[in-house]
């Protein structure tokens, strides 16, 4: 690959099942996926690898120290990423995603810290949903907002 589509980062993730799913849908839309440290797993994990299946090879995909590191590697530093968040007052729709957006998702458990979604006042997204239902599932979450920036896109991802 060899521009991604986009940049699905995974900050400080918990559960090795939902790395790996993410995974198998960054495969599926050439995108890169980042997961910044301290993760709950190690990248061997077999849960990890099992949720990915046969799609894990395919993957470009790399890890980083912390939220600085993560900045320094992408490959555009002027371009500020969208970040995901229950507490976010836009809904992801009213994003204009372009092709080698960064899209950013916090822990299963945190979500992603105050200070970071203030760093980005503008560019924190939210999925609508029921008061009812607390949360939606990391790696459906992923799904909706990558296959949604996908969309803005033209659905032609193919590289």
Same mark, same amino acid.
């Given at each position: 690959?060899?521009?991604?589509?986009?940049? /699905? /980062?995974?900050?400080?993730?918990?559960?090795?099942?939902?790395?790996?799913?993410?995974?198998? +849908?960054?495969?599926?839309?050439?995108?890169?996926?980042?997961?910044?440290?301290?993760?709950?797993?190690? +990248?061997?994990?077999?849960?990890?690898?099992?949720?990915?299946?046969?799609?894990?090879?395919?993957? /470009?995909?790399?890890?980083?120290?912390?939220?600085?590191?993560?900045?320094?590697?992408?490959?555009?530093?002027?371009?500020?990423?969208?970040?995901?968040?229950?507490?976010?007052?836009?809904?992801?729709?009213?994003?204009?995603?372009?092709?080698?957006?960064?899209?950013?998702?916090?822990?299963? +458990?945190?979500?992603?810290?105050?200070?970071?979604?203030?760093?980005?006042?503008?560019?924190?997204?939210?999925?609508?949903?029921?008061?009812?239902?607390?949360?939606?599932?990391?790696?459906?979450?992923?799904?909706?907002?990558?296959?949604?920036?996908?969309?803005?896109?033209?659905? +032609?991802?193919?590289?």
């Amino acid at each position: 690959m060899s521009d991604p589509s986009l940049h /699905v /980062v995974l900050f400080q993730p918990e559960i090795p099942a939902n790395a790996g799913a993410i995974g198998r +849908t960054c495969v599926a839309l050439s995108a890169k996926l980042w997961l910044v440290r301290p993760l709950g797993f190690r +990248t061997s994990d077999r849960h990890l690898r099992r949720a990915g299946l046969d799609y894990w090879q395919h993957l /470009v995909w790399e890890v980083a120290d912390d939220w600085d590191d993560l900045l320094r590697r992408l490959p555009d530093p002027e371009r500020k990423p969208w970040l995901l968040s229950k507490s976010a007052g836009r809904p992801y729709p009213e994003a204009r995603f372009q092709a080698g957006d960064v899209v950013v998702f916090g822990s299963e +458990t945190q979500g992603l810290p105050p200070s970071l979604l203030a760093a980005y006042p503008n560019r924190c997204l939210r999925i609508p949903m029921r008061p009812q239902a607390r949360s939606l599932n990391l790696s459906v979450c992923v799904g909706i907002v990558a296959y949604e920036a996908w969309r803005q896109c033209g659905g +032609t991802w193919e590289r």
